[in-house]
């Protein structure tokens, strides 16, 4: 499966690195592609494996907002 997720608050390259590294900690997530100027996040996963709803905590836990 893919997603787009849309991420609010991301400006550098120190955002980016938070989103990936905490996306890639949960199980079942196979890549994460992070657009910093559309403000998008694009994650391929397995969704027998990772909900969208623990996608989003994992972001927000690194103080982003998913809208």
């Not at 550098?12 to 592609?33: P, R, S, W, Y």
């Not at 100027?37 to 907002?65: L, R, S």
Request: charged share 35%.
């Amino acid at each position: 499966m893919s997603i787009t997720l849309n991420v609010q608050g991301m400006s550098c390259e120190h955002c980016k690195k938070a989103v990936t590294n905490a996306l890639k900690e949960l199980e079942g997530v196979k890549n994460v592609d992070v657009h910093l100027q559309e403000g998008t996040v694009d994650v391929d996963y397995d969704e027998t494996k990772v909900t969208v709803e623990k996608m989003k905590e994992a972001i927000e836990e690194q103080g982003y907002d998913v809208k």
